[in-house]
């Protein structure tokens, strides 16, 4: 199913949303859409929608913490035109990259529950369905991992989540895991800034030899 920034499939979250927006009436406060090159050779999923960051600005992983570090490395190995993310009107763009989320709407406590992340998977698995075959993917978390599961019919206990694992799926595409890139993730060291730029060196060297072949 194609994505609508009008969906209220999950009354939690549709009513937490309602919420928000009244309180935060210059929010964003909607479904958030994905982010980037139409036919990308990355797609990275997030979780969902931070309160302060694309909740508020309305672009995954734009104007909170946990976009720090993504954009920067995005930046750094040439799939950002910008190492700062801020808002929608910043003129950052995607090279060869889209950004989505597991959940497009914003949780509360940013922990959406198991039915909410089955009920907006149609979304995740249309976008991947429209990827060419070679894709990278990245999973942010394990949520998002498993989200990418559900999305392509893959088995969780054959495809474990662990941070820098490579997975290549009967779709074909690739997909690679990584700890979120979280406040309590980076700021714990649980994921260091070379930890994430490890495995964003093993994404651009598949994705070359890809080109190659």
């Avoid at 009436?25 to 909607?30: N, R, S, V």
Wanted: charged share 15%.
């Amino acid at each position: 199913m194609t994505f609508s920034e009008n969906c209220r499939e999950c009354p939690r979250l549709a009513g937490f949303l309602d919420t928000v927006r009244a309180a935060h009436p210059d929010y964003y406060a909607k479904p958030v859409a994905p982010f980037g090159a139409a036919n990308p050779a990355l797609l990275i999923v997030g979780l969902a929608p931070g309160m302060h960051g694309a909740n508020r600005s309305g672009r995954p992983f734009t104007g909170d913490f946990a976009g720090i570090l993504l954009y920067q490395t995005l930046y750094k190995f040439g799939f950002s035109s910008a190492p700062v993310s801020t808002d929608q009107s910043d003129g950052l763009t995607l090279k060869k990259c889209r950004i989505t989320n597991a959940v497009k709407c914003l949780p509360p406590q940013n922990k959406p529950s198991n039915d909410e992340v089955k009920q907006c998977n149609y979304y995740l698995t249309d976008e991947i369905a429209k990827l060419a075959a070679g894709t990278a993917i990245l999973a942010l978390g394990t949520v998002a991992h498993q989200a990418v599961l559900m999305a392509t019919n893959s088995k969780r206990t054959v495809y474990p989540f662990s941070h820098g694992a490579r997975h290549q799926l009967a779709t074909g595409m690739t997909l690679f895991d990584s700890y979120h890139c979280s406040r309590y993730n980076t700021q714990t060291r649980r994921l260091t800034e070379p930890m994430f730029e490890q495995v964003f060196a093993g994404i651009s060297e598949y994705l070359a030899a890809k080109r190659s072949a």
